[in-house]
């Protein structure tokens, strides 16, 4: 089992930046695929982004695109998300996944999940 802890959540007006992190108690960054989802109230949990094991691919969801920036320390051990340019509908608890050998942007496809945490976004 891989327990995913992540950090950096909170409230920002629009138009602020955010980073929030995420890393895996007591295993090997490298050895996982990461990503990032996001459930806003009332919704089902939706893709944002994720990179490969290496760090050398990434993908977004066509909403954040030009404004999120998924990246990876492997040495540190950490994955993280730069969110620029928030706007309230970006308001929603972001999970960390990871997965051992294929993530994709379907929620079902990560083999472990993070606790959340809440990024609110005023307006």
């Known amino acids: 089992q891989v327990q995913l802890v992540e950090s950096g959540g909170g409230l920002v007006e629009a138009g602020d930046s955010l980073r929030v992190s995420c890393a895996p108690s007591?295993?090997?960054?490298?050895?996982?695929?990461m990503g990032w989802f996001r459930q806003a109230p009332g919704k089902e949990r939706t893709f944002v982004a994720l990179v490969n094991k290496s760090g050398g691919t990434t993908v977004y969801a066509d909403s954040v695109k030009g404004r999120f920036t998924i990246s990876r320390d492997n040495a540190k051990n950490t994955v993280y998300l730069q969110m620029n340019s928030l706007t309230p509908e970006d308001t929603a608890v972001y999970y960390c996944?990871?997965?051992?050998?294929?993530?994709?942007?379907?929620?079902?496809?990560?083999?472990?999940w993070g606790q959340g945490t809440q990024v609110t976004v005023s307006s």
């Open positions: 996944a990871a997965a051992r050998y294929i993530l994709t942007t379907r929620v079902g496809s990560a083999d472990y």
């Open positions: 007591g295993r090997t960054l490298s050895d996982y695929h």
